[in-house]
């Protein structure tokens, strides 16, 4: 676990990528309740405006944490954690699906031992977050 | 067609409380993709200071789906074609991890509704409380109803 004595503004999170394939949704359908038609139909996502099935933004949420909880060691330092969904992620019916990218960076140092976390990601040259950004408690 | 503005301001305590089982959370985990030891494993969890296995960060997401008949996105009076909404923005204030073995009771309100370009923009905040009075945290839910936003008039020349 980073301590906050050590841990400067400007400390860059080690960047990741993952993926999410039309499965992954099925099982985060699951998982989560919710069924959303939008996540699993293509018929239906494209009748209605999306370019495809997308994903749940709440899956690119949970992703995009994953460098953060992965960065503080416990998970349960996670205080706060806030995104804006700029763009969908669309998930193509093959076995690549969707690549995030994800990156991240200490914004500020609080008081309590707490730090600001501003995060980015992407699928292909879009940002698929805004205003992404996580409170994390170090000791 | 436009939601229902008569919505804002309405609260929508959960029927029942909401009980965190370390299946759940493991089965949540793994559809994340992240198997982190603190979300399977009660000794990992313990050795990190949690008394049993923690939830990730975004778990209580359920809450939304778990309460959504009786809450009110489901609510006909609302007017939301559910197939026209996308997610807009999220946040969690969490003062403590969940855990396997909370019984959490939420209450789920209707902070705003308002219009953005030609989508209408629904704001809920669900507070969610352990069974001894603890907060526990604070969802934000912003969910975008796409191209329902009642026609602007014409301005006067």
Not at chain 2, 4 to 21: L, T
Request: aromatic share 6%.
């Amino acid at each position: 676990m980073p301590r906050y004595d050590e841990v400067e503004v400007g400390t860059e999170l080690p960047a990741r990528t993952f993926t999410i394939t039309r499965a992954d949704l099925v099982r985060y359908c699951g998982a989560s309740g919710d069924f959303n038609v939008i996540h699993w139909n293509e018929r239906i996502a494209t009748a209605v405006g999306l370019p495809d099935v997308i994903s749940h933004g709440m899956m690119t949420m949970a992703q995009t944490g994953r460098a953060v909880t992965d960065w503080a060691g416990d998970p349960g330092a996670v205080r706060s954690y806030a995104v804006r969904f700029s763009r969908p992620v669309a998930v193509a019916d093959d076995d690549q699906g969707a690549t995030l990218t994800v990156s991240g960076t200490v914004e500020d140092k609080l008081d309590g031992g707490r730090v600001v976390l501003g995060l980015t990601a992407t699928v292909g040259d879009s940002k698929v977050l805004t205003a992404a950004k996580a409170v994390v408690q170090l000791s | 067609m436009p939601v229902n503005r008569d919505f804002i301001g309405r609260e929508y305590p959960a029927s029942a409380p909401y009980e965190v089982g370390r299946e759940h959370i493991r089965r949540f985990a793994e559809a994340i993709g992240d198997v982190n030891p603190a979300y399977l494993d009660a000794e990992a969890a313990r050795a990190l200071g949690h008394p049993d296995v923690i939830a990730p960060p975004t778990f209580l997401t359920v809450l939304n789906f778990r309460y959504a008949t009786e809450g009110p996105l489901s609510d006909p009076a609302l007017g939301l074609d559910y197939s026209m909404v996308v997610h807009g923005e999220q946040s969690f204030e969490l003062h403590r991890p969940v855990r396997a073995g909370d019984v959490l009771s939420s209450v789920q309100s209707v902070e705003d509704i308002k219009d953005a370009g030609r989508n209408e923009l629904i704001v809920t905040v669900t507070q969610v409380t352990a069974a001894d009075g603890e907060k526990v945290a604070t969802l934000r839910s912003t969910i975008v109803s796409r191209g329902t936003a009642a026609p602007r008039e014409p301005k006067e020349a």
